[in-house]
């Protein structure tokens, strides 16, 4: 296994070699932290995602599904506290010209940041930040430029992390609209209407994947923090009263979501807001943490939002959004219990916690070891030779295969060099066709992380795979 120090260099170079993800527009020389997924990347990402919609909608009833609108009224990011507060605390280096989020600076201390106003939780997480901030005499003299080693920095300056674009014909100010910064809005303004519609009851929640924009100051360490990204977020409306416990429960939830993914364990962990750490919302948070070769940094998050999200749109749209319970005859603001986690984040971490190497030389191997559920590939066919039929076998396998499975046709170089790529692939089982299938009608089947190899029925393999992915 690689040290942490080289190993995301490795799985930079394995995830574009065989088509997990791609650095964007490359050919143009690419545009910063902005990546595309290739063929491999595609089906794992979906995976996740068909992972996450089975556990958290299909399976329930009290969880109803939605696709909110990426441009939306920018009333909404007003009401939300975006277009005031969704900012981070910049600072330019006046000696070498680099820019840096404050609270990101080696050695940085809460303490070093003061101002007047209220805080409000950096849009990248991390640091309140006053309405109007500014660095202590003590910050600026142990605050150290990471690039040059200078002290010498700029004023402390709010930098707002939303896309601004125009909707329609002229570019002024009453036509600006927002790229959303996130999905939970769009879940926010729907509740009634998904309520009405659904016909649920409180307690319920609504659940959605989709795209979120951020012009991130700092983003890096590959897909783990970009500018555009994907989702996957669930807003559970309860009665203020029971909200400790359903904060718990879904915390429970969350857990038991990536152990079933096949996470290591002792690399999870759970991190809770001190006070001086929650958003200016949140009655109570943790985060989810993973340990990556980077350090320990959040998975998803679970929130006690209360009520303030509801609330704010009551303000700012003048339509009620209070829930009426007919059986205690109580009309009541609901509090909200979010869960908050990043598909693209979910992705890294899946390649990170199955990336392994065995042995050195020529004999060396690279695997990667995902939950057979959520490889991209779940089996490839695999001819011995192309001659005696053997390639016509295995291509009316795969043939018969391709419509239950996700499968793979391989039939160029050495068996030894297939099965590699496939290892790298992360595919659970390579079948080949061999002289013995000629005979018989077996096959041989490898199993990828013990390279164990057994017989197996052809009319049987249908149901071998079945039992296995």
Known sequence: ???????????????????????????????????????????LKRNVKEAWWQAMVREREDVEGLDSAILMNPKVWEASGHVAGFTDPLVDCKTCKARFRVDQLPGFDPSFLVGAGPAHEAAGGGVPVPEEPRLTEEGRARLQCPRCGSRNFSDVRKFNLMFKTYMGPVEDQASVVYL????????????????NSSRQKIPFGIAQIGKAFRNEITPGNFIFRTREFEQMEMQYFVHPSEADRWFEYWLEQRQRFYRDLGLRQDRLRLHRHAPDELAHYARAAYDLQYEFPFG???????????????????????????????????????????????CDRTVLTLLVDAYDEEGEGKDARVVLRFSPRLAPI?????????????????????????????????????????????????????????????????????ERDSMAQERVAMAQLETYLKERV
């Not at 959303?180 to 309520?195: C, H, K, M, S």
């Not at 003048?318 to 205690?328: M, N, Q």
């Not at 060099?417 to 659970?428: C, K, L, M, S, V």
Request: glycine share 10%; net charge negative; charged share 25%.
């Open 1 to 43: 296994m690689p040290t942490t120090t080289d190993v995301m260099d490795r799985l930079v170079s394995l995830a574009k070699r065989r088509g997990f993800v791609y650095p964007s527009s490359e050919i143009y020389g690419g545009i910063g932290s902005s990546y595309d997924y290739g063929p491999l990347g595609t089906e």
């Open 180 to 195: 959303r910064p996130e999905t939970a809005q769009g879940i926010y303004v729907n509740f009634l209407n998904v309520l």
């Open 296 to 342: 320990w940094q959040e998975l998803e998050g679970i929130h006690n939002r209360g009520d303030f999200d509801l609330s704010r749109h009551e303000e700012f749209s003048g339509k009620k959004l209070s829930y009426f319970d007919e059986a205690a005859k109580e009309r009541f603001l609901p509090y909200i219990i979010e869960t908050s986690a990043g």
């Open 378 to 446: 779940k089996v490839a066919i695999l001819p011995l030779v192309n001659r005696d039929n053997m390639d016509g076998i295995a291509r009316g396998l795969f043939e018969s295969l391709k419509g239950k499975f996700a499968a793979f046709y391989d039939d160029g170089g050495s068996i030894g060099r297939r099965y590699r790529r496939q290892d790298e692939a992360g595919t659970p089982f390579c079948v080949t066709v061999d002289s013995q299938t000629l005979q018989d009608e077996t096959l041989t089947v490898r």
